[in-house]
C-alpha cells in the first residue's frame, strides 16, 4: 500500500471513530464500527458483542478503554485463532497477544493508560460516573461525546488501522484492493 493511501485510510479511521462517537456513542461499538468501515470488513456479530462495551465496561469506567478493546478485538480478528484450532499448537495466540501489546504501547504513548477512568482523568481532569445521570450530563458538558472520546475514539481507531498495516495482517488481495479505494 503506498503512503497515499495508507494516510488516506488512517485519516478514514480516525474520521469515523470521532464521527460515530459524536454520533452514536458507545465507544467499543463506534471504534469496531470505524475500523470495519475503513478496511471494508464488516462483521456484525463483533459489532454486536461490543454493545456492553462502552464507558469502560457497562459505562461504570473502571475497565479498560472501550476503543482499545474494540482494537484489539479488531486486530485479533486479523490474526487470532480459530476456535476450530483452540488447542493452538502453533502459538498463534502468543503472536496475537504481541500485536496487542502494541496497541497498548501507542495508548500509553498517547495516554499514559489504557483504563477508562484514567483516560478520563487525563482528557477532562476528572472520572465520571456515566450510569449516573448527574454524571453523564458532567461528562457531556465538558465534551464527552463532542471533543474528548471523540478523539479517543479516533485516536482509538487509527492506532488499530496503524498496525494493521503496519504489522502485514491484511493479504495482499485487501491491500491492493484498499490501495484502490484510497487511492
Do not use: W
Request: aromatic fraction near 10%.
Amino acid at each position: 500500500m503506498n503512503e497515499k493511501a495508507r494516510g488516506k485510510l488512517l485519516q478514514k479511521a480516525y474520521d469515523l471513530g470521532y464521527e460515530y462517537e459524536n454520533v452514536y456513542r458507545g465507544c467499543g461499538q463506534v471504534v469496531i464500527a470505524a475500523l470495519q468501515e475503513a478496511f471494508d470488513m464488516p462483521n456484525d456479530a463483533v459489532f454486536k458483542s461490543l454493545t456492553g462495551y462502552a464507558g469502560g465496561g457497562a459505562t461504570v469506567g473502571d475497565s479498560g478503554c472501550g476503543a482499545y478493546v474494540a482494537g484489539i478485538l479488531f486486530l485479533s480478528g486479523l490474526q487470532g485463532r480459530e476456535r476450530s484450532n483452540f488447542a493452538d499448537p502453533e502459538r498463534i495466540r502468543f503472536v496475537s497477544f504481541a500485536t496487542a501489546r502494541k496497541l497498548h504501547e501507542k495508548y500509553i504513548a498517547e495516554f499514559g493508560c489504557v483504563n477508562c477512568h484514567e483516560i478520563q482523568r487525563k482528557v477532562y481532569g476528572r472520572p465520571f460516573y456515566l450510569p449516573d445521570p448527574d454524571e453523564m450530563r458532567k461528562f457531556d458538558e465538558q465534551g464527552g461525546h463532542t471533543t474528548g472520546c471523540t478523539m479517543v475514539c479516533g485516536v482509538g481507531a487509527r492506532f488499530a488501522a496503524e498496525i494493521a498495516i503496519d504489522e502485514g495482517l491484511l493479504s495482499e488481495t485487501k491491500l491492493a484492493e484498499l490501495s484502490k479505494k484510497y487511492a
